[in-house]
């Protein structure tokens, strides 16, 4: 939990202002990192994707800058490729973060299940609008080298 949060607030501090991100552009899956410290420095970046080398699931959290107001409906959408013949792309949400940190709104679930290159869509509505939200995106990642390729924010 402490290196989430250490992550996610360095993240946000240093603004990823070389991976800023509109409605119309995708971030990859690099800036994702793992979410549960115990398990090590598993993820391997090589191509700018997030990839599991691993034979078993991984948490990861994935920041995604926008620079824009996207008004009161926020919708996320993860390019992923799942290598892995058991093992799914489960348990993804997005939440969006106010100004002072808080979480404003969280998203429904979003998964993926089968084998190749797959796409999950999840949205979440706040009461405000703002260009100043910070968005993550959460979930698990298969083992077999499936990956997170692309995150968006529309």
């Given amino acids: 939990m402490l290196r989430t949060q250490c992550v996610l607030g360095l993240a946000f501090a240093v603004g990823l202002t070389s991976t800023a991100a509109s409605a119309d552009v995708w971030m990859t899956g690099s800036a994702c990192t793992e979410a549960v410290a115990s398990v090590g420095d598993v993820l391997d970046f090589n191509g700018g994707y997030a990839t599991n080398p691993s034979s078993s699931t991984i948490f990861v959290t994935c920041p995604v800058q926008v620079t824009q107001n996207l008004g009161l409906t926020h919708s996320f959408e993860v390019r992923v490729q799942d290598n892995h013949s058991t093992q799914n792309f489960t348990s993804w949400i997005g939440l969006v973060i106010g100004t002072n940190g808080e979480i404003l709104a969280s ?32 979930g698990n990642v298969p083992g077999s080298s499936s990956q997170v390729e692309n995150l968006r924010i529309q």
Avoid: C, K, P, R
């Fill in 107 to 138: 998203s429904n679930s979003g998964q993926a299940s089968g084998t190749g290159e797959l796409t999950m869509t999840f949205s979440a509505t706040t009461g405000t609008t703002s260009d100043d939200f910070s968005y993550v995106v959460l």
